[in-house]
C-alpha cells in the first residue's frame, strides 16, 4: 500500500484517492520574472517524479501547475527592461518549458496564468466578500484570517505569533486599511501605470495567494486529492489557499499536502538565496552539465529530504548514471547473439527487485532505496551479459526492465549506436582495428582506437567482440 506524509496531519497517511484509478494533483509553478534556479528545478523535479510513479502504478494523473504572471516582481522587471508585464511573462514561460523540458519533466496537464483567469478570479473574491470572509478597503480587498477558525493548522502556528509577525512587515498605510494586521490581500488596488483589469473594487491586480485557490479547484474540483509545493510555500501561501477555499466551497481543500525540501549549496551547506550570491539557475546549468545529470541528482534524493548541491555531488551523480547507461548498453549489444529461450532464475531474481523496488516507493517516494534496486538490477544484468551465452527474452526482460524503472527518475537511457551498428566509416575503422591486432601491429591497431577516441568513439572490447559507444 502507498503511504504518503501528508504535512497536515505531520504523519505518514495511506493513499486513497478521490476517484479510483485517478489522481488529481496540484504544484504551486513559478513566477514567472527570470530563468528558474535550482529551488525551482528540485520541485518540479521531485512531484515530477512522484506523478511518474504512479503512472507506473497504473493511475491516470490529473496534473496541475499554474504560472505566476502577474505580480510584484514582473512588474519590476517590466520596468527594468523598458517592456510589458505579459511580454516578461511570454519570455520567462517559453525558456521555463525548455529548460524543464531538458530535464525530462513532463509538461502538466494543465498550465494554467493567473492573467488568463481575471473573470473566475474576481468571482471567487466577491462570494468571500459576500460570506463575510473579505472585505473592501481603498479599493484593495483582504480576507479576514482570524474568521476562518483553522488558520494555521498547515503551518503548526498560533494566531496570536502571527499577529506580531505580521505588525513587523506592513506599512502604517497598510495598517491603516486593514482590520486586521494578518489580512491578506486578495485584490490589490493598481498604482499608476501598473498593469491592471477592471473590478467592482477599481482597477487592480490578484493577489499572489488567491490565483492558486481558483486555478486549482477550477480544473480539479472543489476537492482534489494532492497539493504540492516546497516548504517555504507551507506559510503563508498554502495556509492562505486553504483559508480562502475552504470558507468559499465549505469543503475540505485537498486530503494530502506534500512539502519537498530545500537546496542548499556549496559544502557549508548555505541556503541558495540571490542575497548571498550563490543563486544558481537551470539556464546556466544544463549549458554546463549533462541536463540528465542535474535530473537524475535531485530525482534520487527522497523529496522530503533537503538537497546539497555540491561539484561533488554532481560528479557521484554523473558516475552512478554512467553505470546505468552501461548497464543498459551491455544488454543492447547482446541482442545480436542472443539465444532463443529464457532463463528462469534470472526471471525470480528480476522479481524480487522489481517488488524492492516498489516496496520502497511505496513508502512516501522512499526514492534512495528505489534507486539500490535499480542499481542491484543494473548488476545483475552485467553479471548476465558477461555470460558465454545468453538468451534473447531474458535479455530483452532486463533491458525493458532497467529501462522502465529508471524512467521513474526520468532518466533515459540509450545504447548510443549499439542497437543499430554504426555509420560504415565507423566500422571500417573498427574491422582495420581488428585486422592490425590479428596481424600483431598494435602500434596501427592503438592509433586507430585514438583516433576514434578523438572524435568521441569510445571503443570497448568484450568476449563477444568490440563495442562502441559516444562521449
Given at each position: 500500500?502507498?503511504?504518503?506524509f501528508?504535512?497536515l496531519?505531520?504523519?505518514?497517511?495511506?493513499?486513497?484517492?478521490l476517484?479510483?484509478?485517478?489522481v488529481?494533483?496540484?504544484?504551486?509553478?513559478?513566477?514567472?520574472?527570470?530563468?528558474?534556479?535550482?529551488?525551482?528545478?528540485?520541485?518540479?523535479?521531485?512531484?515530477?517524479?512522484?506523478r511518474r510513479?504512479?503512472?507506473?502504478?497504473?493511475?491516470?494523473?490529473d496534473?496541475?501547475?499554474?504560472?505566476?504572471?502577474?505580480?510584484?516582481?514582473?512588474?519590476?522587471?517590466?520596468?527594468?527592461?523598458?517592456?510589458t508585464?505579459?511580454?516578461v511573462?511570454?519570455?520567462?514561460?517559453?525558456a521555463f518549458?525548455?529548460d524543464?523540458?531538458a530535464?525530462?519533466?513532463e509538461?502538466a496537464?494543465?498550465?494554467?496564468?493567473?492573467?488568463?483567469?481575471?473573470?473566475?478570479?474576481?468571482?471567487?473574491?466577491?462570494?468571500?466578500?459576500?460570506?463575510?470572509?473579505?472585505?473592501?478597503?481603498?479599493?484593495?480587498?483582504?480576507y479576514r484570517?482570524?474568521?476562518?477558525?483553522?488558520?494555521?493548522?498547515?503551518?503548526?502556528?498560533?494566531?496570536?505569533?502571527?499577529?506580531?509577525?505580521?505588525?513587523?512587515?506592513?506599512?502604517?498605510?497598510?495598517?491603516?486599511?486593514?482590520?486586521?494586521?494578518?489580512?491578506?490581500?486578495?485584490?490589490?488596488?493598481?498604482?499608476?501605470?501598473?498593469i491592471?483589469?477592471p473590478?467592482?473594487?477599481?482597477?487592480?491586480?490578484?493577489?499572489?495567494?488567491?490565483?492558486?485557490?481558483v486555478?486549482?479547484?477550477?480544473?480539479?474540483?472543489?476537492?482534489?486529492?494532492?497539493?504540492?509545493?516546497?516548504?517555504?510555500?507551507?506559510?503563508?501561501?498554502?495556509?492562505?489557499?486553504?483559508?480562502?477555499?475552504?470558507a468559499?466551497?465549505?469543503?475540505?481543500?485537498?486530503?494530502?499536502?506534500?512539502?519537498?525540501?530545500?537546496?542548499?549549496?556549496?559544502?557549508?551547506?548555505?541556503?541558495?538565496?540571490?542575497?548571498?550570491?550563490?543563486?544558481?539557475?537551470?539556464?546556466?546549468?544544463?549549458k554546463?552539465?549533462?541536463?540528465?545529470v542535474?535530473?537524475?541528482?535531485?530525482?534520487?534524493?527522497?523529496?522530503?529530504?533537503?538537497?546539497?548541491?555540491?561539484?561533488?555531488?554532481?560528479?557521484?551523480?554523473?558516475?552512478?548514471?554512467?553505470?546505468?547507461?552501461?548497464?543498459?548498453?551491455?544488454?543492447?549489444?547482446?541482442?545480436?547473439?542472443a539465444?532463443p529461450?529464457?532463463?528462469a532464475q534470472?526471471a525470480?531474481?528480476?522479481?524480487?527487485?522489481?517488488?524492492?523496488?516498489?516496496t520502497a516507493?511505496?513508502?512516501?517516494?522512499?526514492?534512495?532505496?528505489?534507486?539500490?534496486?535499480?542499481?542491484?538490477l543494473?548488476?545483475?544484468?552485467?553479471?548476465y551479459?558477461?555470460?558465454?551465452h545468453?538468451?534473447?527474452?531474458?535479455?530483452?526482460?532486463?533491458?525493458?526492465?532497467?529501462?522502465?524503472?529508471?524512467?521513474?527518475?526520468?532518466?533515459?537511457?540509450?545504447?548510443?549506436?549499439?542497437?543499430?551498428?554504426?555509420?560504415?566509416?565507423?566500422?571500417?575503422?573498427?574491422?582495420?582495428?581488428?585486422?592490425?591486432?590479428?596481424?600483431?601491429?598494435?602500434a596501427k591497431?592503438?592509433?586507430?582506437?585514438?583516433?576514434?577516441?578523438?572524435?568521441?568513439?569510445?571503443?570497448?572490447?568484450?568476449?563477444?567482440?568490440?563495442?562502441?559507444?559516444?562521449?
Amino acid at each position: 500500500m502507498l503511504t504518503v506524509f501528508n504535512t497536515l496531519t505531520r504523519q505518514k497517511e495511506p493513499f486513497k484517492p478521490l476517484t479510483p484509478g485517478v489522481v488529481k494533483m496540484y504544484v504551486c509553478g513559478p513566477t514567472v520574472y527570470n530563468y528558474i534556479h535550482i529551488g525551482n528545478a528540485r520541485s518540479a523535479i521531485a512531484f515530477d517524479t512522484i506523478r511518474r510513479y504512479f503512472e507506473y502504478l497504473g493511475y491516470q494523473v490529473d496534473y496541475v501547475s499554474n504560472f505566476t504572471d502577474v505580480d510584484d516582481k514582473l512588474i519590476k522587471r517590466a520596468a527594468e527592461d523598458h517592456t510589458t508585464v505579459p511580454k516578461v511573462a511570454d519570455r520567462f514561460i517559453k525558456a521555463f518549458m525548455a529548460d524543464t523540458a531538458a530535464v525530462n519533466i513532463e509538461p502538466a496537464t494543465a498550465h494554467p496564468r493567473a492573467s488568463e483567469n481575471i473573470p473566475e478570479i474576481i468571482d471567487f473574491v466577491k462570494t468571500l466578500i459576500d460570506k463575510g470572509y473579505a472585505y473592501e478597503a481603498a479599493g484593495d480587498v483582504y480576507y479576514r484570517t482570524r474568521k476562518f477558525k483553522n488558520y494555521g493548522q498547515l503551518s503548526d502556528q498560533r494566531i496570536d505569533d502571527l499577529e506580531v509577525g505580521a505588525s513587523q512587515h506592513i506599512t502604517d498605510e497598510e495598517t491603516k486599511r486593514k482590520e486586521d494586521p494578518i489580512d491578506f490581500a486578495l485584490w490589490k488596488a493598481a498604482k499608476p501605470g501598473e498593469i491592471s483589469w477592471p473590478s467592482p473594487w477599481g482597477a487592480g491586480r490578484p493577489g499572489w495567494h488567491i490565483e492558486c485557490s481558483v486555478m486549482s479547484t477550477k480544473y480539479l474540483g472543489d476537492t482534489f486529492d494532492i497539493h504540492g509545493g516546497g516548504q517555504d510555500l507551507e506559510f503563508p501561501h498554502h495556509e492562505n489557499e486553504i483559508a480562502q477555499s475552504e470558507a468559499k466551497t465549505g469543503k475540505k481543500f485537498a486530503n494530502y499536502w506534500l512539502h519537498n525540501g530545500f537546496v542548499t549549496v556549496g559544502d557549508d551547506n548555505e541556503k541558495m538565496s540571490k542575497s548571498l550570491g550563490n543563486f544558481v539557475t537551470v539556464h546556466d546549468i544544463i549549458k554546463q552539465i549533462d541536463p540528465q545529470v542535474l535530473r537524475f541528482f535531485m530525482a534520487t534524493t527522497q523529496y522530503r529530504r533537503p538537497i546539497q548541491y555540491t561539484q561533488g555531488n554532481l560528479d557521484e551523480a554523473a558516475n552512478n548514471l554512467e553505470k546505468l547507461q552501461n548497464a543498459y548498453r551491455n544488454l543492447a549489444f547482446r541482442l545480436a547473439d542472443a539465444q532463443p529461450g529464457s532463463d528462469a532464475q534470472v526471471a525470480t531474481e528480476l522479481q524480487r527487485l522489481r517488488d524492492n523496488f516498489v516496496t520502497a516507493m511505496n513508502d512516501d517516494f522512499n526514492v534512495q532505496n528505489g534507486i539500490a534496486a535499480v542499481y542491484e538490477l543494473a548488476k545483475l544484468a552485467n553479471v548476465y551479459a558477461a555470460n558465454d551465452h545468453v538468451q534473447q527474452v531474458t535479455v530483452t526482460q532486463l533491458k525493458a526492465t532497467l529501462a522502465e524503472l529508471a524512467s521513474v527518475f526520468g532518466v533515459r537511457l540509450t545504447s548510443d549506436d549499439a542497437d543499430t551498428l554504426a555509420d560504415a566509416d565507423i566500422q571500417a575503422l573498427i574491422d582495420d582495428r581488428e585486422a592490425a591486432r590479428k596481424a600483431k601491429d598494435f602500434a596501427k591497431a592503438d592509433q586507430i582506437r585514438d583516433d576514434l577516441k578523438a572524435q568521441g568513439i569510445i571503443l570497448e572490447d568484450t568476449p563477444q567482440g568490440v563495442r562502441f559507444r559516444k562521449e
